[in-house]
């Protein structure tokens, strides 16, 4: 295990697939505040087919830079690049979102809600049916296609929404928080189908947690941010192979790094509990 | 806006025994109503005011539909109503979208549609017949400037708290604004907005009879206070029986309707 402070550079082995190039966002305050400034001169790449974790304490910005690499926020400074290419909106042909809740849309049936997905991404014509079973099979929920969302349970639905996000196809994929709003075994289990569903397809993934487990049984990499505003702490290296079975969270190279990951986190968020309170006390920003 | 969801309150969702119970209340308590009416319009009514309603239903024979005129005038308030209504949807969903759709207009517009909406138009009366006339024209207008209102303020509540999440999400799949208010505003506000045409046909409906009552010398509002001035009470609530059928049956129709764009949640 290494940890490499404040430096975000691939390796060059692999082609880099995203390049996040001293990137700041500062939000405007509320009338009579200071704009508060949430991500600090971020820069990071990830190479292509690599599973990279961000986590960091409430409010760091994690989810403001996955929405920045995404394309559905521009940054106040820096830039980042998909390829070649410099992100200057969505980039649904690129890059897909999976969301903390799900984006399902609850007047489709799951199979229409394929549809319009790949209707938005510009993929039109016959071939869409076959894709969206494939993806649906991918995680078990072949059976529930003709269902409407409000027919599922909540990790059902989060299962679909990341089979939506595998069926277009694209290189890269967002996840913020996906498995937030699952109770722990649910968790498990479709972390566990995650790795082995990455194994086989090879995407590049970027994955928001607050969860030290779930970003040591996942990533490859760990960033690290501080607290606001969000910097790069730290990187972490997981050098595991997907996919990882359950026992992996019982290797001692899963608690020490986890260990790690608490001890470099403990901090921060003593912090941001800290200015929580101030917050508390009048002028938030 | 509230709307309420009379679906909850429908037999449909009920076990067998419950559904039975429901409908034997309700029948039993029109029934008794009705023999209560019955037996107070024979002993104590006086002829001229109150009609007993056996008598009711011997009117809706032959004074009612018997009478050419009369039934004319049936049909001529059932094509009157059908007409506002339909051009109140298609003027309210219109002018609810134009207003509702941009932050701007919405801020901007939207209470000048209630205060519109809050003035008491039989006030107004007077200057629609001026301006269309005692006809047809004239309740259609009456009607329109009744059933408007509910459809453009449930248009615009109905574009209103769509999920941020959705509208993000169809974005990062690559959504254009088009496709977004296609695919996740419009069914997001269906619910809505038919709350407001139910309204609407409730308020189009009383639009034309008001016109009808004051103004006009046709339909079954006219009919109505002929036979209210003329003390024959037997028909003048056969025709209110009439009218009241009619509201029910539209507004069957309009809920049909709304099932077959709300499947999603049932």
Redesign the interface.
């Known amino acids: 295990m290494t940890v490499d402070m404040r430096n975000g550079a691939a390796q060059p082995t692999q082609a880099v697939a995203i390049a996040i190039d001293r990137v700041s966002q500062r939000f405007p305050g509320r009338s009579g505040t200071n704009p508060m400034l949430a991500l600090d001169d971020v820069s990071l790449e990830i190479r292509r087919g690599e599973f990279v974790c961000l986590i960091g304490p409430s409010g760091c910005g994690k989810s403001t830079l996955l929405n920045i690499v995404?394309g559905?926020i521009a940054p106040s400074a820096g830039s980042v690049r998909i390829g070649r290419n410099t992100v200057n909106g969505?980039?649904?042909?690129e890059?897909?979102?999976v969301?903390q809740?799900s984006?399902l849309?609850?007047?489709?049936?799951v199979l229409e809600n394929f549809r319009?997905?790949l209707?938005?991404?510009?993929v039109e014509g016959g071939g869409w049916r076959d894709r969206a079973m494939a993806a649906l099979r991918a995680v078990g929920m072949e059976n529930f296609a003709e269902h409407?969302p409000?027919q599922l349970s909540v990790g059902m639905k989060q299962r679909i929404n990341l089979a939506r996000g595998l069926c277009?196809e694209t290189d890269i994929i967002l996840m913020d928080e996906p498995f937030a709003a699952l109770d722990e075994q649910t968790r498990m289990v479709l972390g566990e189908d995650l790795s082995v569903l990455l194994a086989r397809t090879g995407r590049t993934i970027v994955f928001v947690t607050h969860s030290l487990a779930e970003a040591v049984f996942l990533a490859g990499r760990i960033v690290v941010m501080t607290a606001r505003p969000g910097r790069v702490k730290a990187i972490i290296d997981v050098p595991a192979p997907h996919p990882r079975s359950p026992d992996f969270m019982l290797a001692p190279q899963f608690s020490t790094i986890r260990n790690d990951l608490f001890a470099l986190l403990r901090d921060e968020i003593r912090q941001t509990v800290a200015a929580m309170r101030e917050a508390r006390d009048g002028a938030r920003p | 806006m509230a709307t309420i969801d009379t679906s909850r309150f429908a037999a449909a969702a009920m076990p067998n025994e419950q559904r039975l119970g429901v409908a034997s209340t309700r029948v039993l308590l029109v029934l008794g109503l009705l023999v209560l009416w019955e037996v107070y319009a024979r002993l104590f009514g006086r002829a001229g005011m109150v009609a007993p309603p056996t008598d009711v239903i011997g009117a809706l024979g032959p004074t009612v539909f018997g009478d050419p005129k009369v039934r004319s005038a049936v049909l001529l308030t059932f094509v009157e109503l059908g007409v506002a209504f339909l051009m109140s949807v298609a003027l309210g969903i219109a002018l609810g979208l134009l207003v509702g759709i941009g932050e701007i207009g919405r801020r901007g517009l939207f209470p000048i549609v209630l205060f519109l909406y809050a003035i008491p138009q039989v006030v107004l009366l007077p200057l629609v017949v001026l301006i269309f006339g005692l006809g047809p024209a004239g309740k259609i207008a009456f009607g329109v400037s009744h059933g408007v209102f509910p459809i453009i303020v449930n248009t615009i509540a109905g574009m209103r708290n769509v999920s941020p999440?959705?509208v993000?999400?169809?974005?990062?799949?690559?959504?254009s604004r088009l496709?977004v208010i296609r695919?996740?505003v419009f069914?997001?506000m269906?619910a809505t907005v038919f709350a407001g045409l139910r309204l609407a046909m409730t308020m189009t409906l009383l639009g034309v009879l008001l016109a009808e009552l004051f103004v006009s010398t046709g339909g079954i509002g006219y009919f109505t206070q002929v036979y209210a001035e003329t003390f024959n009470p037997a028909p003048l609530f056969a025709l209110i029986a009439t009218l009241a059928l009619m509201a029910v049956a539209i507004n069957e129709l309009v809920r049909r309707v709304e099932l077959r764009f709300t499947?999603?949640?049932q």
Not at chain 1, 105 to 109: G, S
Not at chain 1, 119 to 122: S, T
Not at chain 2, 168 to 175: D, F, Q, V
């Open positions: 995404g559905l969505a980039r649904p042909r890059i897909a979102f969301f809740e984006t849309f609850p007047w489709y049936t319009i997905a209707k938005f991404q510009g409407y409000s277009v | 999440l959705l993000r999400g169809a974005e990062s799949m690559g959504a496709q695919y996740v069914p997001h269906v499947r999603w949640k």
